[in-house]
Nanobody, 119 residues
Framework: QVQLVESGGDLVQPGGSLRLSCAAS????????MGWYRQAPGKGRDLIAI?????NTNYADSVKGRFTISRDKNTVYLQMNSLKPEDTAVYYC???????????????WGQGTLVTVSS
């Protein structure tokens, strides 16, 4: 069974840094693209960064220049610098997979990890 497991959420002071990780476990799949979303209290889930299988990246304007998405095989990272209180949210990773045996695509979500930016 394929699943995404996230880690790295924490309480951090404004201006600080944090790195989130998300690993896809299992076998028999390839990954098309992976991304990070976040959901602040009382708000919807928004895409903030995405990386393609070829390494192309895109960012939401709210995090551009502060956050960096990267990928190493089946693990995606989100390096977050210059954190602001408004970055407080539950962060979810997302992956678009191709299942080799059944020849179908599958979208997976991580369980979410809480990032709190506060002094």
């Amino acid at each position: 069974q394929v699943q995404l497991v996230e880690s790295g959420g924490d309480l951090v002071q404004p201006g600080g840094s944090l790195r989130l990780s998300c690993a896809a476990s299992g076998s028999g799949f390839s990954i098309n693209h992976m991304g990070w979303y976040r959901q602040a209290p009382g708000k919807g889930r928004d895409l903030i960064a995405i990386i393609s299988s070829g390494g192309n990246t895109n960012y939401a304007d709210s995090v551009k220049g502060r956050f960096t998405i990267s990928r190493d095989k089946n693990t995606v990272y989100l390096q977050m610098n210059s954190l602001k209180p408004e970055d407080t949210a539950v962060y979810y990773c997302n992956a678009d997979l191709w299942l080799i045996r059944t020849m179908r695509s599958l979208e997976l979500w991580g369980q979410g990890t809480l990032v709190t930016v506060s002094s």
